[in-house]
């Protein structure tokens, strides 16, 4: 690496993010802007199933300074190579935990290197403990609350790990003006849909029937249905059964105040009355602005669905009660505790990785796991990610250049749309198939 940053050099922060979807760039994005306000911010995109499209990066509406979508061979040859200040890992836990070994490889010997930082893009309500082990070693580690907080440190401290990296911080998109009822148009209600929440077709479509029979006994309201992804895109999760391809089958006239919508999630909730969800962190989002938000229990309060998460909030309710009028508000107390109404929520964050910014020479990279302690589990996620037990890419896992001509872009945009298609047949059309084959 060079040997003088931007820091040092009186200008700005810079800051690279590593993300492998379109959740988690915007979180990897925002979380940036929080806690290096000013910086500029280089973008690294994993290639992968759930890279971001064009689309699904418009409707994030971060900007970066400029942007690469590389293997993760690639990536560790380019931080390797090219200074940052701050580099935040957006990415899923085993990923993470290779990158960690990857750096700590690539930065072997460097007089300086960057800070580096993770956490979650939502919820965390199940793996708890694997995620976390599998990001330990980052400098800094974020919980999106005093409640996550709490977990992450007792769960580090039990398993040996540095508890002190945790650090207390909220949901960077948590954020939008203060719910105010408008009269000026018609009610809203806006259902906030999950890829694989809830995951079986039958509770999808009773889903659909549920929000067709809410805006049948309420014309007078408008019935969004927010959809994460089109058609042939792919988030975070793996959506076995779109709803648009549901609705399309049901069957009958959709009421005329019912809608399928796209965009932004704030957007939406300019103009939401009432949100719905079984367990997104919409709801979060909407209960920040103080909006009525209502998390389904008609399919139980279940681990599975994410839900609990949200027990004594106040706003667990069902479609029985919300077709009744039911409007549910957050209670103030739970809202405090989960990382919804804390004010300066990113400061310590912010300080934080100001302080090791500014601290220069930082310890090598230690991730928590290694060859001795995780002898049978390590070697697979570093495989998994085209590197050796060492943390060194395997042979010719770099040769491809990172920064392409349009051509090739476009090119690999078609390769990579043409098997997400493939993988959108298994998993939505083949695997039900064989499921149901293995229960004969």
Not at 160 to 189: I, K
Not at 407 to 414: K, P
Request: proline share 6%; charged share 25%; net charge positive.
């Amino acid at each position: 690496m060079p040997a003088r940053t931007a820091s040092e050099e009186g200008g700005k922060l810079r800051v690279a993010v590593l993300a492998d979807s379109d959740t988690r760039w915007k979180w990897g994005a925002l979380t940036a802007r929080r806690i290096a306000p000013g910086s500029t911010l280089h973008a690294y995109l994993l290639r992968g199933r759930a890279t971001p499209t064009a689309r699904q990066l418009d409707e994030v509406g971060i900007r970066p300074d400029d942007m690469r979508e590389v293997t993760a061979a690639q990536f560790l040859k380019s931080v390797g190579r090219d200074t940052c200040d701050v580099l935040v890992l957006a990415v899923v836990g085993g990923t993470c935990q290779a990158m960690l070994h990857g750096l700590a490889r690539a930065w072997e010997g460097a007089g300086r290197r960057p800070v580096v930082v993770t956490g979650y893009v939502g919820v965390v309500y199940e793996k708890m403990v694997d995620g976390l082990l599998l990001r330990g070693g980052a400098d800094v580690v974020l919980a999106n609350s005093a409640h996550d907080a709490e977990r992450f440190r007792a769960a580090y401290d039990g398993a040996g790990a540095d508890p002190s990296a945790v650090v207390e911080t909220a949901l960077p998109f948590l954020e939008g003006a203060p719910y105010e009822p408008d009269g000026s148009r018609p009610f809203t209600v806006t259902f906030a849909a999950q890829p694989s929440v809830p995951e079986s077709r039958a509770d999808r479509e009773y889903l659909l029937r549920r929000l067709v029979r809410h805006a049948e006994r309420h014309p007078d309201r408008e019935v969004l249905l927010k959809l994460r992804s089109r058609p042939g895109e792919h988030t975070t999760h793996i959506e076995e059964h779109p709803y648009q391809k549901l609705a399309a089958r049901l069957g009958g006239a959709r009421p005329g105040n019912l809608r399928l919508v796209y965009g932004n999630m704030g957007e939406v909730l300019d103009r939401t009355d009432l949100c719905v969800t079984v367990s997104s962190t919409a709801a979060l989002e909407s209960m920040h602005r103080g909006i009525p938000t209502a998390v389904l229990t008609d399919f139980g309060v279940r681990e599975a669905l994410g839900n609990h998460h949200f027990l004594g909030s106040g706003c667990l309710a069902s479609w029985d009660e919300l077709d009744g009028g039911r409007r549910p508000l957050a209670d103030p107390a739970w809202l405090a505790r989960h990382g919804v109404a804390v004010a300066e929520p990113h400061r310590a964050a912010r300080e934080r990785v100001a302080a090791l910014a500014a601290a220069g020479g930082l310890p090598p990279l230690t991730p928590h796991y290694s060859m001795a302690t995780a002898t049978s589990y390590l070697p697979g996620i570093l495989a998994r990610h085209g590197l050796d037990t060492a943390g060194e890419p395997l042979p010719g896992a770099a040769d491809e250049p990172a920064g392409d001509g349009a051509l090739r872009r476009a090119a690999r945009e078609m390769a990579r749309n043409a098997a997400r298609t493939a993988y959108r047949q298994g998993v939505q059309r083949v695997a039900p198939v064989v499921r149901r084959w293995g229960q004969l």
